[in-house]
């Protein structure tokens, strides 16, 4: 089994004395038995520990989607100040950062551009770069290994599901992300990782032995990741993702697809690593609550090939030709974006969502998108702390 950077930092002692400590974490954020970072950094550095932070979807991770805020609150196990970054702001203030001297980060990601946990460190680095403050982060795995894909981010797509030039599918744990971000865009922040031991870049999560705990409402299980860099897309439709439903992001669909049309249209692409298993679910929630959705869900057959992007890049491009009339883009606003389309944000690109509505092969535009990732996979090299 590994040692996450919570538990290396609790065995190494590492003596932070006469700092006041701050610690962003959610209910996610737990040793090898469950127990949660909060308490293993009180227990190591008492009333140091000053201040905690939370990301989206709040502290306990009780919030379904995305826009629905947390509040500031007090924590009811340690009656320490809990922070939202999710809330009246998503960078810490000179305020909240006065009651620290070093912010510890326990966050666990799920390898996607999207997923905002990401940008909330961005915007913890850029503050403490500003207020003179250190970060420390508590390296954790990426539950969907090391694999790289899909397009990199387009600067007029920028938000905050996706702040950098990155592919949808990063490849990199949360500590190798804030080194690189922090000296490929010059933040410049003060910042050391706690790194695992035991863990490689070739493991998924089910490989590592250590228990999942739901980081999100709509992430239940690791097999929920590794569909996620796909099914996301989604979010951007008016098709249901699965939300509202025991496996959010493995079902998609909507009232008005019929199988057999789009898997008539899925026969030119290759799909490596998976089945697409026709049937009909109901959400309870959400988009389309009540009603019977034609659909599929994605059951992931051999991780080490499947490609989660491209299996819903092509989903997506059937579903535009089977159904021009129905098929409709979710309108902003998204993620505190009040103009743009939430499509493009998510995909990173408007040429890519005009070139799948214009019928393009996702083989031309995987072709059309390597040389920016080449650059990517070249520019990450030096930050891997794992391996490859």
């Not at 535009?320 to 499509?343: G, H, S, T, V, W």
Request: glycine content about 8%; overall charge negative; charged content about 20%.
């Amino acid at each position: 089994m590994i040692s996450v950077g919570l538990e290396k930092l609790a065995q190494s002692k590492v003596s932070f004395s006469g700092k006041r400590i701050g610690l962003l974490c959610n209910q996610a954020s737990t040793d090898r038995n469950i127990r949660h970072s909060r308490d293993v950094i009180q227990d190591l550095y008492g009333d140091q520990l000053t201040c905690l932070f939370s990301p989206q979807h709040g502290f306990f991770s009780e919030k379904q989607d995305n826009m629905i805020e947390s509040d500031h609150c007090k924590d009811p196990v340690t009656g320490l100040p809990v922070f939202s970054l999710y809330g009246e702001t998503r960078k810490p203030n000179a305020e909240m950062f006065e009651h620290l001297d070093i912010l510890l980060i326990d966050i666990v990601d799920v390898g996607t551009r999207v997923y905002t946990f990401l940008y909330t460190m961005a915007y913890c680095l850029e503050a403490a770069a500003e207020y003179g403050k250190q970060v420390v982060v508590l390296d954790r795995p990426n539950p969907i290994g090391s694999a790289v894909e899909g397009n990199i981010l387009q600067q007029d797509c920028s938000s905050f599901v996706g702040l950098y030039p990155i592919p949808m599918r990063h490849g990199m744990t949360f500590g190798e992300l804030a080194c690189f971000i922090n000296e490929e865009f010059a933040i410049g922040a003060d910042l050391q990782v706690i790194p695992m031991q035991g863990w490689n870049s070739s493991m998924l999560f089910r490989d590592t032995g250590f228990p999942w705990v739901s980081p999100s409402p709509n992430m239940p299980t690791p097999e929920t990741a590794l569909v996620y860099p796909g099914q996301v897309i989604w979010e951007g439709t008016n098709c249901s993702e699965g939300r509202g439903t025991t496996l959010p992001f493995e079902l998609v669909g909507a009232p008005f697809w019929q199988h057999d049309p789009i898997i008539e249209r899925l026969a030119a692409t290759e799909l490596p690593g998976c089945y697409l298993r026709p049937l009909v679910f109901q959400p309870t929630s959400g988009k389309w609550a009540e009603q019977s959705c034609v659909g599929f869900q994605v059951h992931v057959t051999d991780p080490e090939i499947f490609l989660p992007y491209r299996t819903s890049l092509a989903l997506l491009q059937a579903v535009i030709q089977c159904y021009p009339l129905q098929f409709a883009y979710k309108e902003p606003p998204y993620e505190y974006e009040f103009d743009r389309l939430p499509m493009d944000l998510i995909l990173g690109d408007v040429a890519l969502r005009q070139a799948l509505e214009s019928g393009e092969p996702l083989s031309v535009l995987e072709k059309k998108w390597q040389p920016e990732l080449d650059y990517f996979l070249e520019k990450r090299r030096k930050y891997l702390l794992y391996g490859e």
